[in-house]
């Protein structure tokens, strides 16, 4: 019978902000993103580091690096994720595109 070491248990552990932003880097190289999978990944490392007000700033300057890329690299995949993000957002007040995505408040 195989021994579970801390190497297994970490499979199931629950992803960290971090390790999103890790995975959003990865497939950005590998430029495996769509744009469905950019709006979620985005939406759900946005919100945590939205809520989590004790969180590493280091974090917060990862989560602009990974959007100033996007930005570069895959520009149509970046617009169309915003377009995404401010239609959901139309049907729904709660939700606000993040500015640090508009620096001059336009999409180039």
Do not use: C
């Not at 297994?8 to 995975?23: A, M, Q």
């Not at 149509?76 to 001059?104: M, R």
């Amino acid at each position: 019978m195989p021994i579970i070491t801390s190497k297994h248990k970490d499979l199931f552990r629950n992803p960290t902000t971090e390790d999103k932003l890790t995975l959003f880097g990865l497939l950005l190289d590998a430029n495996e993103l769509t744009v469905n999978l950019t709006l979620a990944l985005l939406k759900s490392i946005h919100g945590e580091l939205k809520n989590n007000q004790n969180s590493d700033r280091s974090l917060f300057k990862r989560y602009a690096e990974v959007i100033e890329s996007l930005r570069y690299r895959m520009l149509d995949t970046f617009q169309l994720a915003v377009i995404a993000w401010k239609h959901y957002q139309s049907a729904s007040t709660t939700i606000t595109t993040p500015p640090e995505w508009f620096p001059d408040n336009k999409i180039e």
